[in-house]
């Protein structure tokens, strides 16, 4: 498997599949071309959902002079496609198509897919705990064992922008950018003391609605495992920092142990909502972060096992639908569910560690074929589930 660097990436939302990936294409052309003019056509998940995830403006700002065309087409080699048209002097000079494949990476149509080097010995959770036990390491013992000596290092400043993240929305007002009109709720969470609900609900929706609205406007976010979940593993890990008084290093502790668990799903399943639905983003999302939680507040590897098991098996067949194409509807509560469900997750695993009978590894064979069952209409493209059914803003709206 890769590194963890390669999950954990800090870029602009409110999509790595669809922002950061497309921008990173972009930067692409202009070092291969000296173009005064750019035709970029959008194919798949990229077009039905490229306004809403501001696809075509991170286009228009990286290239400055485009025009961005959105394609039906929907018989494609990947869901993530992406045409461009350079133009000197009004001549073409040349053409290329590439690839959104996920987490913020591309490809380039001919190329091989160039193989990340492979830091880690073994492909899933069952050879990791077998190595563990052999050796007796701690989860976060054997990240820091096979990563490069300054990965801690990696790891704090990916921390860092996880709380910059939050402590920007927590202080943010006023309505998220699109059609639907969202009103910005963290900060009104963290400060309503009125109703009687549980702290914990309140203080972990609220992180996790600061960074996903953050996210939902275009800024700075670390993909955890993407940007559309980003704001599940942060939530909890900024809950447990502030309310439990973990350390900061500590807490790069509990990063590890996620990042390990989201590297498993990358590399036997998908983390992709384009490729197998939001059970791949915001799914995984709430594994890691039901791993970190019980890394963090037990320790003991059979729960966090079952933890993560726990957190990924009741996100199985989520659709990605979100509404418009914006990351907002209901992408932002799912967030706030999936961190509040991660940490039930942990305390359940904790209650009922003896009478476990599925291994997180079954969980996430299971998340790769339904990923792969889904129509596409549940993909990420915005024509199905909930934005298929959205009749526009009433009282009840959110």
Known sequence: ??????????????????????????????????????????????????????????????????????????????????DIAIYKDNQLIGSERYYSIGGGSILRKGDDLKEKPQVYPHKNFQEIKDYCQENNLKLYEYVYQHENPDFKDYLRKIWSQMKETINLGLHQEGYLPGLLEVK???????????????????????????????????????TAPTCGASGVLPSLLYFLRDIRKYSDERILDGLATAGIIGNIVKHNASISGAEAGCQAEVGTACAMAAAAYSELENGNLEVIEYAAEIALEHHLGLTCDPILGYVQIPCIERNAVAAVRAMNAGELATLLIDTRLVSFDTVVDAMKETGKDLLDSYRETSIGGLAKHYKGKNKTSK
């Open 1 to 82: 498997m890769e590194s963890l660097r390669e999950l954990y990436k800090i870029g602009r939302g409110p999509s790595s599949s669809h922002t950061m990936g497309p921008e990173k294409i972009c930067q692409e052309i202009l070092k291969n071309y000296q173009g005064d003019f750019y035709e970029v056509t959008l194919y798949g998940s990229l077009s039905f959902t490229g306004l809403g995830h501001l696809t075509d403006k991170i286009i228009r700002e990286t290239l400055k002079n485009a025009n961005v065309l959105f394609s039906k087409e929907l018989n494609l080699e990947h869901p993530n496609t992406m």
């Open 184 to 222: 910005r709720k963290a900060k009104s969470l963290l400060n309503d003391q009125k109703n009687k609900v549980s702290i914990e609900l309140r203080l972990l929706s609220s992180f996790a609605y600061a960074t996903s609205e953050v996210n939902a406007s275009g800024g700075v976010v670390v």
